[in-house]
């Protein structure tokens, strides 16, 4: 959701926090703002902005960019307050010394308040954060990693802050629970941030915080502790990514630049999963035979395009492991009183690992004995830190707040998962398992002649960009694709679509359909396709527009019953999500650019949704 920055060591801090805030820009905000501690006693400068970073950048065009080398910068997603000049970060206790950014929600922030206007605090803003401040205000005595740890044990809620103050000049503290924080450790130079797509520029070593755990950082080295002050070891990973894979590389937006790299994100995804005997294997679960036998259900919690992936997961599980499978919205799991027990098996899927209704639901799980795995784009994140087990998507970062390769690679786990579980189950044959993971290493090559369409598409999406509602249908393992189709128009191009599975079109969504909602039908090869082409006569017949996505060479369909077709390569139906996405993503795209959307950042979005 909201971005955090900070910096000290030999380089101006200015530049570092400004070029890492627009690296940031993909998680979606409404203000920005940054602080930089002045040299040879100055005071610190402050800027801030309800514009996007660009506009920090212009106010700094004739004066020139603040002098020193600490500094912290925020893009702000409003929770408390709108989003205003006064409510943007960083926020400031009353001697103007000490200066804070922070992500989450701080629940108790109304009594906190009170409390503080009591002692005499004046307040500026309209934001839980500014509590904060105050409260390191009253605990500070020289040491300002002790009065941040002394703040936060009156804080009730989620957060990751990083504080600076002017009496200790080069040091920042940093401090998470529930909402991610990473420490770059660079030469004589140390960095902090919510992502690491911030710090790949600068550094690849990285420190990541666990929860309740506070960092106190100079260039002089990072002390890692508890809230009660005791030391941790550092966990320091290197991360892979280059720096290039956060750039657009001559695409002219991120979301198009993602869906060409599927094929290599999906090969990614399945390398070294596949032993030289075509079984899937996946160690990092952590689980063995004997342990899969031992599950009575699967239940899969999941946001956003990451539940639609669970869906995919579901048809999979239940077909190949023959083991019932349930999946629930995060946000709603852990208040309908769910059912677990030590044979249940959760799955939790969570591009970020940060997603705070997945962690919420994976806690609950655990709490009622449930084994958890979890299928992730991030090492160390919370989420691979609470699970027993991990499947990480190796995707690669992903800039635009709109999932395309990570929910590809989403999918592709849940279904490496559903073969490892039918495998151990003894579900699932030999011959089978093995016929299938060669279609899994074929689908790259798939999605790559996939691609070849986009000049279809984007001319298709000429045509249907200024519709004001459209539906998508599809029937099985494809009726989450329609989903997933919908959600992607809707995002992105802000139409209102909606995805049904299509034998449910007679119970009342057909009612809409009119000469101006087209009708968006996955109709490829299928145990269903004679019923799903049904379905799409009943749409023609209503005079709605047909778009409809078949297998190459088997039209199904008689002359006049779809306005346009796209061809999708042969794969088994199992398999066929992951091809059969692609082109709903390069139409929603168009339709997007055509209608002069703002494709990566969509408004009201997020890219990682950190509060409930």
């Not at 999979?316 to 083991?323: C, Q």
């Not at 650019?593 to 969509?602: I, L, M, Y």
Request: hydrophobic share 40%.
């Amino acid at each position: 959701m909201c971005g955090i920055i900070g910096y000290s060591g030999p380089r101006q801090a200015a530049p570092v926090l400004l070029d890492s805030l627009q690296r940031l820009e993909y998680r979606g905000y409404d203000s920005a703002g940054i602080a930089v501690l002045g040299e040879d006693g100055r005071p610190t400068t402050v800027a801030k902005s309800n514009l996007k970073v660009a506009d920090l950048v212009r106010q700094f065009d004739a004066p020139g960019l603040p002098r020193g080398h600490t500094g912290i910068g925020h893009t702000r997603w409003a929770t408390h307050g709108r989003p205003t000049v006064s409510n943007a970060h960083p926020h400031r206790d009353c001697t103007g010394r000490i200066h804070i950014i922070h992500n989450g929600i701080i629940e108790n922030y109304r009594e906190l308040r009170i409390e503080l206007i009591a002692a005499g605090h004046e307040f500026t803003s309209d934001t839980d954060t500014e509590v904060v401040p105050h409260l390191i205000e009253q605990h500070y005595q020289g040491d300002l990693a002790a009065a941040v740890r002394s703040a936060l044990q009156r804080i009730r809620g989620a957060y990751a802050l990083v504080v600076i103050s002017d009496d200790e000049p080069g040091r920042i503290v940093g401090a998470r629970l529930n909402a991610p924080l990473v420490v770059g450790l660079g030469d004589d130079e140390v960095f902090v941030s919510s992502d690491i797509t911030a710090l790949i520029p600068y550094t690849k070593r990285v420190v990541v915080l666990g929860e309740g755990q506070l960092a106190s950082l100079s260039p002089d080295g990072v002390v890692i502790t508890n809230l009660a002050g005791a030391d941790v070891e550092p966990r320091v990973i290197t991360v892979t990514w280059e720096a290039d894979q956060a750039q657009k590389n001559g695409f002219p937006h991120f979301m198009l630049k993602e869906i060409h790299e599927q094929p290599e994100a999906l090969r990614s995804a399945l390398r070294g999963r596949v032993d030289d005997g075509g079984f899937v294997d996946l160690p990092d679960i952590g689980l063995d035979d004997s342990r899969l036998r031992s599950l009575d259900q699967v239940t899969i919690v999941a946001c956003g395009s990451a539940w639609i992936a669970g869906l995919v997961t579901k048809y999979a599980i239940e077909r190949l492991a023959r083991v019932r499978c349930d999946v629930e919205p995060a946000s709603e799991f852990r208040y309908s009183d769910p059912l677990l027990d030590g044979q249940t098996l959760v799955v939790a899927f969570s591009q970020s690992g940060e997603t705070a209704d997945t962690l919420a639901a994976v806690r609950e799980a655990r709490r009622q004995g449930a084994t958890v795995v979890a299928v992730t784009n991030v090492v160390g994140s919370a989420l691979s830190m609470e699970a027993d087990g991990v499947v990480y998507m190796q995707s690669g970062p992903e800039i635009c707040v709109a999932a395309t390769k990570t929910m590809l690679n989403q999918m592709a786990c849940g279904i490496l998962l559903a073969l490892r579980l039918g495998q151990a189950r003894g579900a699932l044959g030999d011959d089978e398992h093995r016929r299938l993971t060669t279609a899994l290493g074929e689908a790259p090559a798939l999605i790559e002649r996939m691609l070849n369409m986009e000049p279809q598409l984007a001319e298709m999406a000429q045509r249907y960009a200024h519709t004001r509602n459209a539906m998508y249908i599809g029937r099985g393992i494809n009726f989450p694709v329609a989903l997933e189709g919908a959600l992607k128009l809707k995002e992105v191009s802000y139409i209102h679509a909606e995805g049904y599975a299509a034998g449910e079109l007679k119970h009342g969504p057909i009612a809409l359909l009119d000469p101006d909602v087209p009708v968006v039908a996955i109709a490829t090869r299928s145990r269903t396709l004679a019923k799903m082409v049904s379905n799409i006569q009943e749409v023609s017949s209503r005079d709605a527009p047909v778009i409809a996505l078949v297998t190459e060479g088997e039209n199904p369909f008689d002359a006049g019953f779809v306005r346009d077709l796209v061809e999708v390569p042969l794969t088994d139906e199992l398999i066929s999500p992951l091809v059969n996405v692609v082109p709903l993503q390069l139409f929603a795209y168009h339709v997007a650019v055509e209608r002069g959307c703002d494709v990566d950042q969509p408004r009201n979005l997020a890219k990682s949704v950190t509060v409930e």
